[in-house]
């Protein structure tokens, strides 16, 4: 061990996180209708697989495409040999105008500031090696991906310290949790260079509300601080209200060419949207030429490879194809997303109201055995082994609040959510092993009932966050 560097022996990298633990189950045992129909489904996976038949399609009508041709000729020596990390100008071009697009053509963005990574996971890292040294923070609104904790602080060597949100306001951001957090950290002698959100929210799936991003943008400006917003699931929102990009405030507000305009830097990826996780492309969208130059430099580490790059820049510049493929999309993950809420609500299970992303941010607290996150681990441990149903603990997120769970829905077909929600509703119809009586289950149904009603109401009232009233 001692010839290797600390880096390779360290457990930091978050590989034992429930989060993944609940995936090595999966695959010991992964679910087939056919196979292996006992087998584990998984629903901890945000993977989009309800439109591959569009891009399909495609593919079938556009051969040239796929085949590496031209005009009926190949290029596939073009391709194959080297090609300059800056990416094919027709590529870049392309993606900015599918993220435009993708935004309602509200704001516009210059391929010239976009950095190519290969997927979310490579611009989120270097947008930390960019910004933060080694000991420096940002903040992160709790719950939030469990991914970051690899992503953001295991080669970096940067911190993370959590912005409390709660149920009660629906784990909206605040101002006083934002300063709450800031201050943490300088108790914790942590220099704070930015804050990281995810909007559309992951695991939430809930859009970030303009409220919230006027918070946001005020705070890094009196702190003269980084915004990182984290855009992936931009195209998977499917209801009301609908997605507002922080570039669009920043615009409304008139912050061009200022010192806070160049301190937001967006990523984006076509995982989600398109599906395409497979692909790895991502992209890193910045106001600050420093920042563009030096994850440019950066991206050599993970290149998207040219192949791919002609392929999708053909795709993506097909203007027919991303309208149709866009609205299609978001009918069927609602259509999705209304078949998991109602199946759960059989079962008597409610979630957060959601109206965006691959997964609903689901209320179990009613079946812990005690209002603790070893309860929470105990019912997660059941879920896994005994239902067959690979979720995600609220814990593995950072939720400071124990029985909450992320479920996925978009990747895997409607039969196969019909046979989740099915075991999981004799799950709860059957004997449970926390001996909760029937009355006392009822009871805290009854309560968590009031509690959402309450909140609906809190939340509907002129709009308002609880530190403005």
């Known amino acids: 061990m001692g010839l290797l560097s600390r ?8 590989q034992d996180s429930s989060y993944f633990l609940g995936w090595e189950e999966y695959e010991k045992n992964p679910y087939d209708e056919i196979k292996n129909p006992n ?14 038949d569009l ?10 495409a796929a085949n590496f041709k031209r005009d009926g000729q190949s290029i596939f020596r073009e391709l194959a040999l080297f090609q300059d990390y800056h990416g094919l100008p027709s590529f870049k071009n392309a993606m900015a105008d599918f993220m435009s697009e993708n935004r309602g053509n509200r704001v516009s963005f210059d391929p010239n ?21 080694p000991g420096d923070a940002f903040l992160l609104p ?55 959100v995810t909007n559309p929210s992951n695991p939430l799936g809930t859009t970030t509300t303009r409220t919230e991003l006027n918070h946001l943008l005020d705070f890094i400006s009196r702190k003269k601080i980084h915004l990182i917003s984290d855009e992936i699931y931009s195209g998977t929102v499917f209801a009301s209200p609908g997605f507002i990009s922080v570039m669009e405030v920043l615009k409304e507000r008139k912050l061009e060419n200022t010192d806070v305009f160049n301190r937001v830097h ?12 497979g692909f790895r492309v991502g992209v890193i969208y910045s ?32 203007k027919n194809f991303t309208k149709n493929y866009l609205r299609e999309n978001q009918i069927r993950l609602k259509n999705q997303h209304k078949k998991l809420v109602s199946g759960l609500e059989a079962a008597g299970i409610e979630c957060l109201k959601s109206n965006a992303g691959l997964f609903c941010w689901v209320d179990m607290r009613h079946l812990l055995r005690s209002n603790t996150f070893e309860a929470e681990i105990e019912l997660w441990k059941k879920i896994v082994y005994e239902v067959k149903l690979n979720i995600s603990p609220g814990s593995s997120c950072h939720c400071n609040e124990p029985g909450w769970f992320r479920v996925c829905f978009a990747n895997m077909s409607e039969e196969t959510l019909k ?30 009932k009031m509690k959402v009603s309450n909140w609906v109401f809190r939340l509907s009232f002129h709009d308002r966050e609880p530190d403005e009233r």
């Open 7 to 14: 880096k390779a022996t360290c457990n930091t990298h978050g």
């Open 39 to 52: 087998g584990i489904i998984q629903m901890g996976l945000a993977e989009n697989q309800l439109s591959f």
């Open 55 to 64: 891009i399909e399609s495609w593919l079938a009508k556009n051969p040239d």
């Open 113 to 133: 500031k976009l950095v190519l990574t290969a997927g979310a996971t490579s611009a989120n890292e270097t947008l930390m090696f960019c910004l933060a040294n």
């Open 142 to 196: 709790t719950p939030y991906y469990p991914g970051f904790d690899r992503d953001l602080k295991w080669r970096t060597g940067a911190e993370i310290v959590p912005i409390q949100c709660t149920s009660a306001n629906g784990f909206r951001i605040t101002k006083s949790a934002l300063e709450e957090a800031y201050e943490q950290a300088q108790k914790l002698n942590l220099k704070v260079k930015g804050v990281l």
């Open 266 to 277: 967006i990523v984006y990826s076509l995982s989600k949207d398109l599906g395409l996780p």
């Open 287 to 318: 106001n600050d030429a420093i920042v563009v130059a030096a994850a440019t430099k950066m991206s050599s580490f993970g290149l998207i490879s040219s192949q791919t790059q002609y392929l999708l820049s053909a795709l993506l510049s097909d």
């Open 419 to 448: 046979v989740a929600l099915n075991r999981l509703k004799r799950f709860v119809d059957g004997p449970l092993s926390t001996k909760r009586s029937q009355s006392e289950h009822q009871r805290l149904k009854s309560l968590r």
